[in-house]
């Protein structure tokens, strides 16, 4: 399984951003995870969203909630990660990741990054102020 992040760049606080993660090696419909991290300068990787592979199973980041937005199209084998209110704290270099096992409700265990088998290299999200 590969993927490739995308729609990275420069904004200022408060707009928007879209980002998207290709998925390739693998039918989408058979990753039963795909989720997206980042990670700032001098800081560890963080967690920011996961989606299952029915895409009724989302989970975000205490820091993002209420401002991303995952989702996927499996006729496009992409995932995407809609970045509202921007703020400079969220910049970060985002990576897209899959694993071939679901969400357990009963745990949080998507938050671990190392749970994840397939990582993309990465996209750079700069926000001003």
């Known amino acids: 399984v590969q993927l490739q992040a995308s729609g990275g760049g420069l904004v200022q606080a408060g707009e928007s951003l879209a980002l998207s993660c290709a998925v390739s090696?693998?039918?989408?419909?058979?990753?039963?995870?795909v989720g997206w991290f980042r990670q700032a300068p001098g800081k560890e990787r963080e967690f920011v969203a996961v989606?299952?592979?029915?895409?009724?199973?989302?989970h975000y980041g205490d820091s993002v909630k209420g401002r991303f937005t995952i989702s996927r199209d499996d006729e496009q084998n992409m995932v995407y990660l809609q970045m509202n209110s921007l703020q400079p704290e969220d910049t970060a270099v985002y990576y897209c990741?899959?694993?071939?096992?679901?969400?357990?409700?009963?745990?949080?265990?998507?938050?671990?990054?190392?749970?994840?088998?397939?990582w993309g290299q990465g996209t750079l999200v700069t926000v001003s102020s």
């Open positions: 989606i299952n592979w029915t895409g009724i199973t989302k």
């Open positions: 090696g693998r039918a989408l419909r058979n990753i039963y995870a």
């Open positions: 990741a899959a694993r071939s096992f679901g969400i357990d409700t009963r745990n949080s265990d998507y938050e671990y990054d190392y749970t994840y088998e397939f």
